[in-house]
């Protein structure tokens, strides 16, 4: 697993395969926009909206070198390990979420939900 805030629920969001190298991808998950990053074998899950302005994260470029997901709109980076903005003008951080791969499925955990 990667990535972690909470445990809860797994939900399957896509095939590893379907996601392509060092460039982000939304996904819903039970209501929640997440972007989805791979990186190598690892995939990273953080909140889709940049805490600076209502814009999808995803559509942005991915910064592999800094482990990062770089917002379209004005430039912030954000850390795909601990969602803290690591550029201005974004300051504050996005949600991080937990992340399984499982006989190449990909299933992420939102914070607060109960095991079943």
Known sequence: MSGAQNSGHAHRVCRLEDLAEATARRVDVDGVA?????LGDTVHAIGDICSHEDVSLAEGLVDADECAL???RHGSLFSLETGEALTLPATRPVPV???EVADGEVYVRLPG????
Do not use: M
């Open 34 to 38: 997440v972007a989805l990053v791979r």
């Open 113 to 116: 939900e109960d095991s079943p």
């Open 97 to 99: 979420y937990e992340v």
């Open 70 to 72: 770089e917002c379209w």
